[in-house]
């Protein structure tokens, strides 16, 4: 015979797992602010019927139920739409930091202006116009000199201010680098704190998604792969286990975190001498990855192309042997070196030639530098005396402006020559100079539409993820309404079975009294 008791234990389980419901959706109201929270449900299931196999089974017709229990409490989640997110993420911080980057040499470069290079070249040529209509006159030559001495300090403005960035740029590279390594020890540690739940039987969530927001925000450093490792003991099936990540590299995965152990990376430069922070140009070389005492090297021709925030710092800092760096910003501080040296150089070429006005030969160069765009200067002689300036071609006549107009024609004049040789393949100076703006603008250009692009697509998977993960405030108060009614309609139950049980008990066996 069935307990009179039996359903007095049913409603009691129904009002638990209902209050269990309850205080799920009390803890996704809570939190349906907070940063990659993943909204939670109760997964109910009935208990065992009445009565249970066996040869001493009572025989009842049916099989009855006993009520429910909460199973577990599990957080609503994607892995597809995550591996998603992540991939897109990696890709948009690729073209993101590029825009930034190539966003601050234009701004640098500021062409085309009224400030930048082009416009005191023109200024120059204009000026030694001047001089060779009128070349006794001092102040024409005066005015030449300085001229020239603005178009050397925008050569040197110009690559000071490149090498600034790039300066700040290898800083970045060491400060992401440090971030990565903290990421990596918290979610060690998280994985220790699963391991040490999960045998339990318990499903820990909220740790779950800390996790995963690590783990997204270490996708913008680096295309990852990640896999999950089960827990032993008593843990769920579907408890998600500890997390192993690697970095996708072209010689196959390089793993960060195993379960609680995870890797410290040290950017190199030169023969694996850690890169710092102490000024001057160190050009990336590798990566060291070293976990459990095991050093293992990512180098630059490893790393995914356009994929990652790391990679395209290094591809706008600069990676390589000095002597032959390689890099947006290096490429571009080379190109300013190599017109600055070809304009000097064929300046001072056209200027010997010529003869001053007095009978003091003077310095027939009148630029000079050591490195190129960095420091060439006009020497200090020109500034004290301008008769030393060769606009004629012939001594002692100094109403002869010939070799000032010889090189005011230097701005339409072909510089031949490879590059790095004094020469600029046979493209004028202004021509030169336009150029190499042109093909930044066109990078710039590139970098802004596939970021937007990256953006546009990384958008669209979020809100996909939101969708099913993220608390709606409409729903969880209707689950709300639901689960109440359901713990009402429980405890009514218990006030139905509790009168069944005192008339059973108080008022049987007592007819006619």
Do not use: C
């Amino acid at each position: 015979m069935r307990s009179t008791f039996m359903g007095l234990e049913a409603s009691k389980r129904g009002l638990f797992t209902q209050q269990s419901a309850l205080y799920t959706t009390g803890h996704n109201v809570s939190n349906a602010n907070t940063l990659g929270y993943s909204r939670q449900r109760v997964n109910m299931e009935a208990t065992l019927g009445y009565p249970g196999t066996g040869l001493n089974a009572p025989k009842t017709p049916g099989h009855i139920g006993t009520g429910v229990q909460a199973q577990s409490v599990q957080r609503i989640r994607d892995t597809f739409i995550d591996r998603q997110f992540r991939q897109e993420s990696s890709k948009l911080g690729y073209w993101e930091s590029k825009s930034n980057a190539i966003s601050q040499m234009e701004d640098i470069m500021s062409e085309p202006s009224d400030f930048g290079l082009n416009e005191s070249l023109d200024q120059f040529w204009k000026s030694l116009q001047d001089v060779s209509t009128n070349p006794e006159n001092a102040s024409s030559r005066k005015v030449a000199i300085q001229k020239g001495i603005a178009v050397a300090e925008s050569f040197n403005y110009l690559s000071n201010q490149l090498t600034d960035i790039q300066e700040n740029l290898k800083n970045e590279i060491l400060v992401s680098t440090s971030d990565i390594n903290s990421i990596l020890e918290q979610i060690s540690s998280i994985n220790e704190q699963i391991q040490a739940i999960e045998p339990n039987g318990y499903m820990p969530n909220d740790l779950y998604d800390t996790r995963d927001v690590l783990i997204d925000e270490l996708s913008q450093y680096f295309p990852i792969d990640i896999s999950f490792e089960k827990s032993g003991g008593n843990a769920l099936s579907i408890a998600e286990g500890s997390v192993n990540i690697s970095i996708k590299t072209a010689n196959g995965p390089i793993s960060i975190v195993t379960g609680k152990e995870f890797a410290n990376l040290t950017p190199n430069t030169g023969t694996t001498a850690p890169m710092t922070d102490t000024e001057g140009y160190q050009p990336f070389t590798s990566f060291t990855v070293t976990k459990n005492g095991t050093a293992t090297e990512i180098e630059y021709g490893d790393l995914e192309a356009n994929r990652g925030k790391m990679l395209s710092l290094i591809d706008s800092y600069g990676y390589g042997a000095v002597a032959d760096q390689t890099g947006f910003y290096p490429n571009m501080l080379k190109n300013l070196d190599d017109l600055a040296k070809a304009f000097a150089d064929e300046f001072n070429k056209i200027h010997a030639g010529g003869h001053a006005m007095s009978a003091n030969t003077g310095v027939p160069n009148f630029f000079e530098y050591t490195n190129g765009a960095k420091d060439i200067k006009v020497i200090d002689a020109y500034e004290t005396d301008s008769s030393l300036f060769r606009a004629s071609t012939a001594a002692g006549e100094e109403g002869n402006g010939k070799n000032a107009l010889a090189l005011a024609n230097m701005k339409s004049k072909p510089i031949a020559g490879a590059l790095g040789t004094g020469g600029l393949n046979g493209a004028t100076i202004q021509t030169y100079y336009q150029s190499i703006i042109g093909e930044l603008g066109v990078s710039g250009e590139q970098a802004i539409r596939l970021a937007t692009n990256s953006q546009t697509i990384k958008s669209t998977v979020e809100n996909n993820r939101a969708s099913q993960s993220s608390v709606s405030l409409d729903e969880e108060m209707t689950n709300m309404i639901i689960f109440q009614q359901a713990y009402n309609a429980n405890a009514r139950m218990i006030t139905i079975v509790d009168e069944t049980l005192d008339k059973i008990i108080n008022g049987m066996g007592r007819v006619g009294l």
